[in-house]
């Protein structure tokens, strides 16, 4: 990712990042952060950049020239995402540094001053945000705490198998109490259950905690968090067919676009893919309208949306059954030599899989969602999750099959599943029998209905 930042104090962007783990991004070429000083683009021959403003008032304006000139010197002209910082801004959030971690490039500009000339904001910024409700002297500490919060998410900064999923903000819940050694401190003992062992216990212990803290410190997270969950219930009469849509809200992956009795779109930002119900055929044509324009895939288990979908233009990806793990045990893994996966193992991953790009396999072995099976060392295999959260990715070199090693990786998967609280679920493309038969010996569940996935659509 390519950051910029349009200031009067380059330095101090460049010297507060520097020693940061952001700054370690830089230094690795996962980011480049470039801090470019307005003034060294006025026209001014003595340097000046700001002057009065018309029709009165306190303080002085940035004039326009040298903000355009330095705009269009990192930009080429180039409609780049361009982020200026102001209190009159929309309020920064977790969603917001998300959505912004999927941009190739970005411009930051940071007022002094009173502000900056309009007619050079109206020419070059496409998003206008405030880090919260109240006055800075500048833009420049809103840029670097945006830039902190977006490249953290970008894959590979934070290092291997670290994934941001846990945190405050994730489910609109906010983070559970933690406690390192010392076991007693100040006569205070570590809450019994992180003693355990028993991750099942603890991701419930913490679900509780995180839950209670959110009621008491965000009542107003905490009601979105609520009508959630409510959704989740309505959606859990008929689970074998709606787990993908639960799981996907229970994760803190699905935003509800629009939930109206049957009616139903989720959207997965991330993986470009909403999930959609429909009361009728109608209905379908009318929801299919509010699909995002960024949408990749579309997912549906009625026949009839389908069919909207396909007069609409989409195209029919495959046909596929959906197996759920309702259990709470653990699976047997009797293969022993398996492990998450590192950056290093993205070739081989990548030149065995080709159902994907080797960018996705790289995405979601930095997420930490990779298991591979390995021989001495040596790897013969691998499973995974897919994006939006469904079971796949699952291969195994031509001399190790019929040895029960997809059966082992599975079982991984599924207990690394269940470890963080999460139903395991995977979608099988019809008239593959030896996947279906693989999931029915590890005790999944199909569901009555198909799981259409369709592409494309409105661009
Ligand atoms: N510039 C000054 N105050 C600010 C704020 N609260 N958010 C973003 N930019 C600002």
């Known amino acids: 990712m390519k950051l910029h930042v349009l200031t009067l104090f380059p330095e101090m962007i460049l010297q507060g990042l520097a020693p940061s783990i952001i700054g370690r991004a830089v230094e690795k070429n996962i980011l480049s952060l470039e801090a470019v000083n307005i003034r060294d683009y006025t026209l001014n021959k003595h340097g000046k950049v700001d002057d009065y403003t018309y029709g009165g008032g306190a303080g002085m304006l940035m004039q326009a020239q040298p903000v355009f000139d330095a705009w269009k010197a990192v930009t080429g002209g180039k409609r780049v995402r361009t982020i200026y910082l102001t209190p009159q801004g929309i309020p920064f959030t977790q969603k917001m540094a998300k959505e912004l971690a999927g941009e190739e490039e970005l411009v930051f500009l940071c007022g002094h001053y009173e502000g900056i000339d309009e007619r050079v904001l ?7 945000v405030s880090i919260g409700d109240y006055v800075l002297t500048g833009g420049e500490l809103p840029a670097m705490v945006m830039i902190d919060a977006v490249a953290r998410l970008v894959p590979g900064v934070l290092g291997n198998e670290t994934s941001a999923e846990d945190e405050s903000f994730h489910n609109d819940l906010l983070e559970y109490p933690q406690y390192s050694r010392p076991e007693v401190w100040h006569e205070k003992k570590v809450p019994e259950v992180l003693l355990s062992g028993n991750h099942a216990k603890i991701s ?16 107003d997270l905490y009601e979105k968090y609520r009508e959630k969950q409510h959704l989740i219930k309505r959606l859990s009469k008929d689970k074998r067919n709606n787990i993908h849509m639960m799981e996907s809200l229970s994760r803190g992956r699905g935003e509800v676009l629009y939930s109206e009795g049957e009616n139903l779109i989720i959207f997965d930002r991330e993986a470009a893919t909403c999930m959609m119900t429909a009361e009728n055929e109608e209905t379908a044509r009318k929801l299919s309208e509010k699909l995002p324009p960024e949408t990749k895939w579309v997912i549906s288990n009625q026949n009839f949306v389908k069919e909207v979908l396909e007069s609409l233009g989409y195209g029919l990806w495959g046909s596929c059954s959906q197996y759920l793990y ?26 065995r899989y080709e ?3 080797e960018e996705y396999i790289r995405e979601r072995i930095q997420a930490g969602d990779m298991y ?11 499973v995974g999750l897919h994006t939006e959260g ?12 019929r040895q029960g090693i997809a059966e082992s990786l599975e ?8 470890e963080k609280s999460r139903t395991p679920y995977g979608h099988v493309m019809e008239g593959n029998t030896a996947s279906e038969h693989l999931q029915e010996k590890l005790g999944f569940y199909k569901a009555s209905r198909s799981v259409y996935w369709l592409s494309g659509g409105k661009g």
């Open 326 to 351: 309702t259990a709470k045990e653990s699976l047997p893994v009797r293969y022993k030599e398996i492990r998450s996966l590192k950056t290093e193992d993205v070739p081989y991953v990548s030149s």
């Open 122 to 128: 109206e020419e070059v910024v496409t998003d206008y």
């Open 411 to 418: 079982a991984y998967c599924v207990n690394r599943c269940l």
């Open 390 to 401: 469904s079971m796949g990715l699952l291969y195994v070199e031509e001399g190790y099959r």
């Open 355 to 357: 159902h994907d790009t």
């Open 372 to 382: 591979g099976a390995f021989d001495h060392g040596r790897q013969i295999g691998f």
């Open 204 to 219: 419930k212990w913490r679900l509780e905690q995180s839950e209670a803290r959110t009621l008491k410190f965000r009542p």
